[in-house]
């Protein structure tokens, strides 16, 4: 696997030589736009690697309790999180969460953030009894801390659905799904692809409830909204 040979240097370097306050945060930055590019290609063992370096430069820098490590912390758990290995995953959201709570306060967005990725593992698990409070404190969280229209509402309300649609929960499932398309289309416009996400989540929903016409109807748009995305 290879990484950006620039930022190993870097990293190298970085063991050696004290940066200062502007070349350290710098550093990190670049190690986040790595992260997300490799991310982004799908290359997400390469993406671990330099998350994991990211996380010591951190902590290093910033010290074990500031946001900027939890981010990081944040950064590789999502990225533990899509190649499997759960148990990784849950531990540095976890820790993440702990920094965020501690640094941030408990009704800060991030926290939020926090709780819903937590809530994420652990629907993707099928834990959803462990899911359903954290996305429910994460709901509450931003609907407190943000407007009333604020897209991460939006991924909030979107989540519970997928959770409620997990559990066969279909008439609340139905409900969270409207009020997360109602928000992203006012906010993100009728063509987003957050709006085909939500659309599609629907669709499936309305075809585990033999709703097919109206299924089909929201796929059609859904593809529209994906045909348009993409050129």
Known sequence: MKVNYK???????????????????ELWQ??????????QKGKYYDAVLVARNAVKLAE?????????????????????RVIGRYD????????????RNNALGYHHPSVATSLNNLAGLYRVQGRYAEAEPL???????????????????????NNLGLLYKNQSRYAEAEQFYKKA?????????????NVATVLENMAELYKKTDR??????????????RTIAGK
């Open 7 to 25: 930022i190993c240097l870097a990293i190298v370097i970085l063991g050696i030589l004290t940066l200062n306050a502007f070349a350290q945060d």
């Open 30 to 39: 670049t190690l986040n736009a790595e992260i997300l590019k490799l991310s």
């Open 60 to 80: 290093k820098n910033y010290g074990p309790n500031h946001p900027k490590l939890a981010t990081s912390m944040n950064n590789l758990a999502t990225l533990y």
């Open 88 to 99: 990784d995953a849950e531990m540095y959201y976890r820790q993440a969460l702990i920094i």
């Open 135 to 157: 996305y429910l404190k994460a709901l509450r969280i931003r609907q407190n801390a943000l407007s009333s229209n604020h897209p991460d509402l939006g991924q909030s309300l």
């Open 181 to 193: 398309l109602a928000i992203w289309e006012q906010t993100l416009g009728p063509n987003n692809p």
């Open 212 to 225: 097919k016409d109206e299924a089909n109807a929201l796929l059609a748009r859904a593809q529209k909204i």
